[in-house]
Structures are given as C-alpha cells and as structure tokens.
C-alpha cells in the first residue's frame, strides 16, 4: 500500500464527515457547472475523488444514471455505498489513485472538486492532463485550492492555481468557459479559497 493511499484509508477510518474540511452537505457549486454543460440524464458522468462525496446521491436523485465514483480510499467509498444502500447498485465505483487510472470508456462530464490539487509533482500533473484529453470529452469540471486558498490540506501539501495556470495545464486540449473563486466555509467554520474552473473538450 503506497503512502498516500495508506493516508486517506486512515482518514476516512478515523474521521467523520464534520470533522474533514472538504464536507459539503449539498454541493451547489458543482451541480450548477453540471447543468451548465446540458448533458442528458443517460451521459457517462465521472466524479475524480469523490471519496464520500454527496455529489452522487444528488445526481441520482436528479435522475442522473450513469455515474462512475472513484477514489483512492477504499473506506471512503464504503461510506458512500453505505450511505446510498440500495441506490449504491446504480454507481459504478472504482478504487485507484488517480495517477494509476487507465478509463476504459469516455466521459461527458468530467468533475474533480479537491482531488487534482494533491498533485504537486509536474510529471503527475501532465498526466493527468494528457488522461482528460483522451478521456474527458466533451465537458471539464474541476476545482482546487486557489493562488490565496490553503497551501496544505488533511496534512498533505497541495498546488494552488490561478486562472492562467490552469489554461497552462490544460489549454492543449480544452479551450477555458469559465473560471472563478469561491469560498468554502469548512464544518468547522474556517475559510477556504477554491478555484472552480469548467473547460469544453478542442475536439467535442
């Protein structure tokens, strides 16, 4: 079990939701950058790090369909299948570290909100990079620490990034729609500083 990993099964083990700053109890932000994209219900939706997110459970009951959860921590998915029980049945869930994961189908949505920004290595970061543009077409969601958000999360260091720095790391194969700052106020009320960006696919 690799280091990182090993973290985040321990995280997600030893802390409840209320008590990780990432927890959000309806996440607003990327639902709204979901709908923008104006994919259909049946569209091959993907959520990088999603841990025990609750972005699947509102997209299931919005009467989205094909969703596909993948994270590192076997543990955290555990929770979200609990959590969802029987509607765990309409996900698929996938344990890997995003820098082992080789998509076998293409996405229409592609959502990261605080996953990519664990990525502090250049050589990651490009592959992450190279991976969307063969696989996250047409439609990129992802959000990160801010240049003036946080410069460690759950212990571990992560890349902040400014609107310009994330054209650099994905501009080869998506053209930028939007890209804006918003404020995350943790469960246990500090503010955090995210950077949600939302990019079309050069080839869609």
Request: charged fraction near 20%; aromatic fraction near 10%; proline fraction near 4%.
């Amino acid at each position: 079990m690799s280091d990182t990993k090993q973290h985040w099964e321990q995280v997600f083990s030893t802390k409840l939701p209320e008590e990780v700053s990432w927890t959000q109890a309806v996440p607003l932000t990327s639902l709204a950058l979901i709908h923008l994209t104006g994919v259909s219900k049946s569209a091959p939706i993907i959520d990088v790090g999603g841990g025990d997110s609750k972005l699947v459970d509102n997209l299931l009951a919005e009467g989205y369909t094909d969703i596909t959860v993948l994270d590192i921590s076997v543990e955290a998915l555990k929770r979200a299948k609990a959590r969802l029980g029987n509607d765990a049945a309409n996900v698929q869930w996938i344990e890997s570290d995003i820098k082992d994961f080789k998509p076998t189908r293409k996405y229409a949505v592609w959502h990261d909100r605080a996953a990519f920004h664990f990525l502090t290595e250049t050589a990651d970061i490009e592959q992450y990079a190279e991976t969307l543009g063969e696989f996250a077409s047409p439609h990129l969601i992802i959000a990160t620490f801010s240049e003036t958000g946080p410069e460690k999360c759950s212990a571990l260091p992560v890349t902040r990034y400014a609107e310009q720095d994330m054209v650099n790391v994905f501009g080869k194969h998506f053209n930028l729609i939007d890209s804006f700052t918003e404020n995350h106020i943790t469960p246990f009320n500090t503010l955090q500083n995210f950077r949600f960006n939302i990019f079309a696919h050069k080839l869609a």
